[in-house]
Nanobody, 123 residues
């Protein structure tokens, strides 16, 4: 079974920092892009940042200059360093991965989601 497991959320004061991690495991042949989405109460899920297998990254305008995404391809892990956090960053953060996996005896491309980790920015 393939899965994404996130860690690193919590409560932080405005201006503080948090680092999220997301590890992919299971019968994975290849990971294309990995990224982070977030969803605040009553809001739609939105893309925060995504990174390709060669390290190219894109960011939502709201987090540019404050958040940094990175990945360790050898460990199938992606990280999100969040700095200068604001109350508007409060949300459940979800890891996402575009993968190639074994399904039965054949390779299959699939999109994975993590279970989500809560980030709360409040004084």
């Amino acid at each position: 079974q393939v899965q994404l497991v996130e860690s690193g959320g919590g409560l932080v004061q405005p201006g503080g920092s948090l680092r999220l991690s997301c590890a992919a495991s299971g019968s994975i042949l290849r990971i294309y892009s990995m990224g982070w989405y977030r969803q605040a109460p009553g809001q739609q899920r939105e893309l925060v940042t995504v990174i390709t297998s060669d390290g190219s990254a894109n960011y939502a305008d709201s987090v540019k200059g404050r958040f940094i995404i990175s990945r360790d391809n050898a460990k199938n892990t992606v990280f999100l360093q969040m700095n200068s956090l604001k109350p508007d960053d409060t949300a459940a953060y979800y890891c996402n991965a575009d993968i190639l996996r074994i399904r039965g005896i054949l390779p299959a491309r699939e999109e994975l989601w993590g279970q989500g980790t809560q980030v709360t920015v409040s004084s």
